[in-house]
């Protein structure tokens, strides 16, 4: 990691692999802003590990901007995102496609535009990017939320040609199953562990925070354009997944 690097931002801080990735920047010694929804599990981030709460939807940019002026960030792990229904695309309400839409790649992208100047001032940055397989193979019901994550994926490959000299890295991280909390609302009646996760060996948000360590910690000259983590028992691209038999 670059010695220069102290400040850290992290979106969907609360829980998952926000709450997680918070969690590890601490221990490197990082301050870092956790923005949130959420104030009382905020406040409970800031007394377990001094994460310095920002209580915010990731679509105000300029509230974050403003909670943010003066402060020189040198890592913002953009990770808040919604996959708020899974419904084949003609039976989407129109409101669930702007919704994932502006989470998912709008906020990622006006959150950058906000603290990228400085970042090339100070020719020092790490921007990161918590992708999703979903952005790069097709599925099922995934007719909003997969083209929000592919255009993630393009919108970092753009600012590496952006950024050349400026020695900003750009990472994106592209997990499959992610034992988090990201189908609460998609899949009904309180069935997301049941379907996704009793019975088989998902990532665990800790994984994905490590990830994000290892590429920060990376000599400045190295940058991890993208790497794909999947469980072992998922195959790639996503689109199977068994679960595990002990022998």
Not at 27 to 43: D, S
Not at 44 to 72: F, H, K, N, S, Y
Request: overall charge negative; hydrophobic content about 45%; glycine content about 10%.
């Amino acid at each position: 990691m670059s010695d220069a690097y102290r400040v850290a931002v992290v979106t969907g801080a609360t829980s998952g692999i926000g709450k997680a990735t918070v969690l590890m920047l601490r221990k490197r010694g990082l301050a870092v802003y956790a923005i949130g929804r959420n104030e009382a599990q905020l406040a409970e981030l800031a007394a377990d590990c001094g994460a310095i709460p920002i209580q915010a939807d990731v679509r105000d940019t300029a509230r974050i901007a403003e909670a943010l002026t003066d402060v020189e960030v040198d890592v913002v792990v953009n990770n808040a995102g919604i996959l708020s229904t899974r419904a084949a695309f003609q039976d989407i309400d129109p409101a669930e496609i702007d919704a994932m839409i502006d989470v998912n790649l709008k906020a990622p992208m006006h959150l950058t535009r906000a603290v990228l100047p400085g970042m090339v001032s100070r020719k020092r940055g790490h921007l990161i990017y918590i992708g999703s397989s979903g952005g790069q193979a097709a599925y099922p019901s995934m007719g909003a939320y997969g083209p929000s994550k592919a255009g993630l994926s393009l919108f970092c490959d753009n600012l590496r040609c952006d950024l050349l000299g400026t020695s900003v890295r750009v990472s994106e991280i592209v997990p499959g199953r992610v034992q988090t909390g990201l189908y609460r609302t998609s899949i009904a009646n309180g069935q997301a562990n049941a379907l996704l996760y009793d019975g088989y060996r998902s990532i665990q948000p800790e994984n994905i925070a490590q990830i994000v360590s290892d590429v920060i910690n990376l000599p400045v000259y190295v940058d991890v354009a993208r790497v794909e983590v999947f469980p072992t028992d998922q195959a790639p691209g996503g689109g199977t997944m068994v679960k595990f038999e002990a022998p």
